[in-house]
């Protein structure tokens, strides 16, 4: 069975920092490309950043410069380094496992960034 489990979500002042993790299981995550999406109250799910098998990534212009995608594959999970945060980063965030013929989601995880 298939589980993408995120974690490392919370509550953080503006500029601060949090670290997303999107362990999984039943897959090997360099077989898969791995992107984090958001998706705020009200409004559509978006992509913030992907990474190809090879490891190439690509990032929503909102998130340039301020998150990082990155794998670790001998712990099979995705990281989602996000700084200098800004209240509009507040949403829920999920990871997604995208293969040829599959599509695998976590339930989430919930970033707050509010003072």
């Known amino acids: 069975q298939v589980q993408l489990v995120e974690s490392g979500g919370g509550l953080v002042q503006p500029g601060g920092s949090l670290r997303l993790n999107c362990a999984a299981s039943g897959i090997i995550v360099s077989n898969y490309a791995i992107a984090w999406y958001r998706q705020a109250p009200g409004k559509q799910r978006e992509l913030v950043a992907a990474?190809?098998?090879?490891?190439?990534?690509n990032y929503a212009n909102s998130v340039k410069g301020r998150f990082t995608i990155s794998r670790d594959n001998a712990k099979n999970t995705v990281y989602l380094q996000m700084n200098s945060l800004k209240p509009e980063d507040t949403a829920h965030y999920y990871c997604?496992?995208?293969?040829?013929?599959?599509?695998?989601w976590g339930q989430g995880t919930q970033v707050t960034v509010s003072s």
């Open positions: 990474i190809t098998r090879g490891e190439s990534t």
């Open positions: 997604d496992a995208v293969g040829i013929l599959q599509d695998y």
